[in-house]
């Protein structure tokens, strides 16, 4: 299991939050545009996606009922919060690696 850190973006660049460009989210993520929203031990990325979607159920309340059996260290860091989605961040604090929610999968952020 690995731990992540998820990231939403809260600016207003389209290139960011509806085409996922690279260089658009780099200059977002520096510029401060993101809000931490999440740490989650998974399997993968797509877990971690998967986890943060409001599918089934609100993914935030899902981590703060205390009767769900959830691995250690998983916390929601807001009260309130919307699925990720693509240009949202999710950093792998383990091997220091950072990915950016894409159309398609996930784009590796250097």
Known sequence: MTKYQVLHFVGEDLEVSMRGKIPAINKAFFDGQ???VANLVAENLEEVYQRTQHIKWNWVDALV????DEPEGNKALVKEARSTSIGDIIFDTDSGETFAVAPFGFSKLS
Do not use: I, M, P
């Open 34 to 36: 993101y809000k931490d």
């Open 65 to 68: 009922d205390t009767s769900l």
